[in-house]
């Protein structure tokens, strides 16, 4: 048997990947990602559900405590607004920035998770992500009762604070993308009116409460003082 000389360095053969194995290896990965990948993805729409929830809710506080110190009366949803520079001028500025003292400037909670500015500290408003202020109740009692401009909606009117809607997403957009003043006039930019089953929304009640709606259920959720019951033809 030969003996290694002292010295003389010890040689390692090193076998690397055969294509065979490589291509077992990718297969491998391909099949774990396809496993995992829904997996991560409802784990991102849980996750992006409770946040729409979250920002809702913290919505109506903020909403409540303006209407506490307004006589009972919610920020007036005036038309296309952006965020205004100037909030002294009361008249010119959207309900999203009548909120700003009550949300401690905290101006994400107006847009969707994942938004494309959800990580931004500009309006919060885009072309596709956003929360409208539910005002109808106010619009329709301006235009039943031929009053000279648009009221603000008034909480004390409200019959069933549990079924009126206060506050939802904007599904259908047909809002402007600088508009921070978004609300239901005279569309419905959560379900569209509609009375079939389609994609679903989240709303904010007058109670405070949120819940989910995939269709106008007329029976149970209401954009009218005394609602509900009562349709919405415009709709």
Same mark, same amino acid.
């Given at each position: 048997m030969a003996l290694r000389r002292k010295g003389t360095p010890l040689r390692v053969k090193i076998r690397g990947f055969t294509l065979i194995e490589l291509l077992v290896t990718i297969s491998i990965v391909?099949? &774990?990602?396809?496993?995992?990948?829904?997996?991560? @993805? +409802?784990?991102?729409? +849980?996750? #992006?559900?409770? @946040?729409?929830?979250?920002?809702?809710?913290? /919505? #109506? /506080?903020?909403? &409540?405590?303006?209407?506490?110190?307004?006589?009972?009366?919610?920020? &007036?949803?005036?038309?296309?607004?952006?965020?205004?520079?100037?909030?002294?001028?009361?008249?010119? /500025?959207?309900? @999203?920035q009548a909120l700003d003292p009550y949300v401690s400037s905290n101006r994400k909670i107006f847009l969707f998770p994942n938004s494309p500015l959800s990580n931004s500290t500009v309006q919060p408003s885009d072309s596709v992500a956003g929360f409208f202020l539910g005002s109808r109740a106010a619009y329709v009692d301006y235009l039943d009762n031929s009053l000279s401009t648009i009221e603000p909606l008034n909480l004390l009117r409200i019959q069933n604070p549990s079924a009126y809607i206060l506050a939802g997403e904007v599904v259908f957009n047909s809002f402007p993308p600088?508009?921070?003043?978004?609300?239901?006039?005279?569309?419905?930019?959560?379900?569209? #009116?509609?009375?079939?089953?389609?994609k679903p929304a989240k709303f904010l009640f007058a109670d405070g409460s949120v819940r989910q709606y995939a269709r106008f259920d007329q029976t149970s959720i209401t954009t009218r003082y005394n609602g509900p019951g009562l349709s919405d033809p415009e709709w």
């Open positions: 391909a099949v &774990l990602a396809t496993l995992l990948f829904p997996m991560v @993805q +409802k784990s991102l729409e +849980k996750s #992006g559900d409770a @946040q729409r929830t979250s920002n809702l809710r913290q /919505i #109506g /506080i903020a909403l &409540l405590a303006f209407a506490n110190e307004n006589d009972a009366r919610f920020p &007036l949803a005036a038309g296309v607004l952006p965020y205004m520079q100037d909030p002294t001028a009361e008249a010119n /500025i959207s309900w @999203q600088e508009d921070a003043d978004r609300d239901n006039y005279s569309t419905d930019p959560a379900l569209n #009116g509609r009375d079939e089953i389609g």
